[in-house]
């Protein structure tokens, strides 16, 4: 059968490989290879062909449709973890560059359908709290705690507290990175810890006792997710034991 080039070029573009095109003209990958180097066609790199074989059900993803073990999970949260604490300033500052770069890559419609689902994101986290959040609730309840998420209307101002332990009268307030670091500019940062102060004076003042987590985890990986409840459920059991006395019922603790 003799090959067509410009229906070679035609198919290929519609992102069927080289040994698919081969196929239907009874001949090798390599010489559809061949035709379209001869006419100036870029070949798709390894990255780009496998996308284009998942994409076009040639191949299958690896692990789509299967679920890891708990100790699997933690492995790879450990892993994880590791490689980004041991990275150097100049790794970090390539890999802030190389997103930066792909991010240019990216066309114009699909840079605003990816900005419109992190707004929705950021609009969901802030009614339904952080993922970290999120998780320490659903397992102090799972694990038989009375907890309320989001509680108001126990303190002078109204505050909301992340978490309330009736049982114990117990606040626990998780701290993102914007508690501590300059996310949003000095100015934020000095109004957020005065905030966080009043805070704290006020819930103490009603006689309650605060747990209050430093969260400085970059994601919520198995590790961490073990390691913040684990803490947090330390020190719960330490007040139920023992209520703390006046001047010590500020507890701090740190998750990274």
Known sequence: MEI?????????????????IAKKYNTYAGKIRKILIDNDEELRDRSKARKVALKTGAAKHPTKG??????????ISIGRHKAWQEMSDEEYDAFCKGAAER???????????????AGSALRKSSIEGSKAEKFLYEKLLESGYNVEQHKKDLTPGDYELDFYLPDITTVIEIDGPQHFLPVFGEESLKKTIKYDSIKNGVILNRGFAIIRVK????????????QLFEKVVSEIEKIKTKFPEEGYRLIEIEVQ
């Open 66 to 75: 299967k679920k890891h073990s708990e100790e699997t999970k933690k492995k």
């Open 215 to 226: 969260y400085l985890a970059k994601k919520l990986y198995k590790r961490i997710e073990d």
């Open 103 to 117: 991010w240019e890559q990216i066309p114009f419609a699909e840079k605003i359908e990816m900005q419109r689902l």
């Open 4 to 20: 067509n080039e410009k229906d070679v070029i035609e198919m290929y573009r519609d992102d069927n490989s080289t040994y698919k």
